[in-house]
């Protein structure tokens, strides 16, 4: 009797002895399956792919981070801030008044500098600054002490100085009063009224209380 033929579908269950004979014809390829072009699960392998991630952008992206960098830029921005500082900048330097001459005596001591008199005009100052006039021991701006009473003596420009009151029209120079009204400043300055001590726009120093002062019309 002839041999019973090989099947050509695999049996639904093993057989418990293996086979005598070798099958005819071996398969040609791999029963595993091939690789699929997307991950079949959801969680992250545990080993590290063996190509890097691709690079960084090289332009910037369109809208802000929501948390902060951690490696913060150390270097300034190329452009100013728009708002000031909370902090002041140099302070004015403050010298005490010192009695050098008068009258313009000894010459080799006129013009005089800063916080120096006893002056009669601003031409016995040096550069820009202005004879302070007082009649007693007023505070001469920028400067510190009381010096003689009644001298006077040369200051930075731009602080309140007191002359009096009552002078004709276009008497007054910037930061220069007590003026009553706009005809009383020299050119285009107005005059700035307060009431106390408040500040003059443009001027330094304290002034005499309620007093008037000129000022620019821009200010």
């Known amino acids: 009797t002839a041999p019973a033929p090989p099947q050509t579908s695999p049996s639904k269950s093993p057989v418990s002895t293996p086979s005598t004979s070798p099958s005819k014809t071996p398969s040609t390829a791999p029963t595993t399956p091939q690789p699929t072009d997307f991950p079949t699960t959801n969680s992250p392998s545990s080993l590290p792919t063996k190509s890097p991630s691709s690079p960084p952008t090289s332009v910037p992206s369109k809208s ?8 913060p830029s150390s270097l300034p921005t ?9 902090s002041p900048t140099d302070k004015l330097t403050i010298f005490p008044l010192k009695n050098m001459g008068n009258n313009g005596n000894p010459a080799d001591v006129f013009p005089l500098d800063a916080c120096e008199g006893d002056c009669d005009n601003d031409g016995e100052c040096q550069g820009d600054l202005t004879c302070f006039q007082r009649d007693g021991t007023e ?41 009553d ?39």
């Open 139 to 179: 505070p001469i701006p920028g400067c510190s002490g009381a010096g003689n009473s009644g001298n006077d003596y040369c200051c930075p420009p731009n602080y309140l100085k007191t002359i009096k009151n009552g002078l004709p029209n276009g008497s007054y120079g910037l930061c220069e009063g007590d003026c």
């Open 181 to 219: 009204d706009d005809a009383d400043c020299k050119g285009t300055l107005i005059c700035k009224q307060r009431d106390g001590l408040t500040a003059i726009p443009g001027c330094f120093g304290e002034g005499l209380r309620s007093r008037d002062y000129c000022i620019p019309d821009t200010v």
């Open 78 to 86: 190329s452009s100013p801030s728009k708002l000031p500082s909370n």
């Open 64 to 71: 802000p981070s929501t948390s902060p960098s951690k490696d």
